[in-house]
């Protein structure tokens, strides 16, 4: 007996995409960035505008982006307009490249339970506005920051202002290691932020004094990462006191094949070649 075949709606079994119901709808265009959906899937239709709208699809805010400059005022204004959609319940925000004073700012004042804050290449941000934002941020657990470098001082005062912090990737984006030494940032670090689990310094300027004053200010560490940190030499006793601290250690000479820049080739010795364009200013 032949089978009866299934009756489909809509031409060839089309599936409706506005019959779903608006938590699956919800939770397909929350995968988008928020560029997407402001530029593009609040447009398609009034049902989908209105569950743009919903404070909850702006719980995470990612503002991921090419690194088009010509872009970065209409970014920053979408950015303020993510922000406000929020209502408050802002815990989580990506932002790429255009990233102001301002903008961070206006964030922290009206986040105040923001749990993670990602500024990548965001060179219109100061140190002073890293500062006065984290004051206001107090639930504030994971930072990653993509820029040049940070004082001793920024350091310390992010760390006294967010006391819940567990994860720090403080990172370099273009380059292999700084041409020069420089404890500030890990002392910073190792005297304000006791409560880190996860700390990423790829490419850090840091020696072997500053390993150790995070070993002893950061006792809950579980992971860290000191690939292409050269100034870094672990011999036998440094080397055993993280591991035997460490449940994960990434060693200056590991290979960056997993990090999401590019730093050169990890068989070559570092050079200036691999120095940010900023170094020669």
């Not at 219109?124 to 500062?131: F, H, I, P, T």
């Not at 932020?193 to 995070?214: F, K, V, Y």
Request: glycine share 4%.
């Amino acid at each position: 007996m032949a089978r009866r075949k299934r009756k489909t709606s809509g031409a060839a079994g089309t599936r409706n995409w506005l019959e779903l119901p608006s938590d699956v709808t919800a939770s397909i265009l929350s995968r988008l960035g928020a560029i997407e959906i402001l530029n593009s899937a609040q447009k398609v239709c009034s049902q989908w505008r209105n569950i743009c709208k919903d404070p909850s699809m702006w719980r995470s805010i990612d503002m991921r982006n090419l690194g088009d400059r010509e872009d970065d005022i209409v970014h920053e204004k979408m950015c303020f307009h993510a922000v406000d959609r929020s209502r408050g319940h802002l815990i989580d925000i990506n932002i790429e490249y255009f990233g102001t004073d301002e903008l961070l700012l206006y964030i922290a004042e009206r986040s105040a339970h923001l749990k993670r804050l990602r500024l990548l290449s965001c060179y219109g941000v100061s140190e002073d506005a890293l500062v006065k934002a984290a004051l206001k941020l107090p639930f504030l657990e994971e930072l990653e920051i993509f820029i040049c470098d940070i004082s001793k001082e920024t350091m310390e005062a992010i760390g006294r202002s967010c006391p819940l912090l567990k994860s720090l990737k403080y990172n370099l984006e273009h380059c292999k290691s700084f041409p020069y030494v420089s404890d500030d940032e890990a002392l910073g670090i190792a005297q304000s932020m006791p409560e880190l689990r996860r700390l990423e310094l790829l490419g850090n300027a840091l020696t072997n004094e500053g390993l150790q004053a995070i070993l002893d200010g950061c006792r809950h560490l579980e992971y860290l990462d000191l690939r292409q940190c050269f100034n870094v030499h672990l011999g036998e006793d440094l080397e055993k006191r993280c591991v035997e601290r460490i449940k994960t250690l990434r060693r200056p000479d590991d290979s960056t094949h997993d990090y999401e820049f590019i730093l050169g080739d990890p068989d070559t010795s570092p050079s200036y070649e691999n120095f940010p364009f900023w170094w020669n200013f």
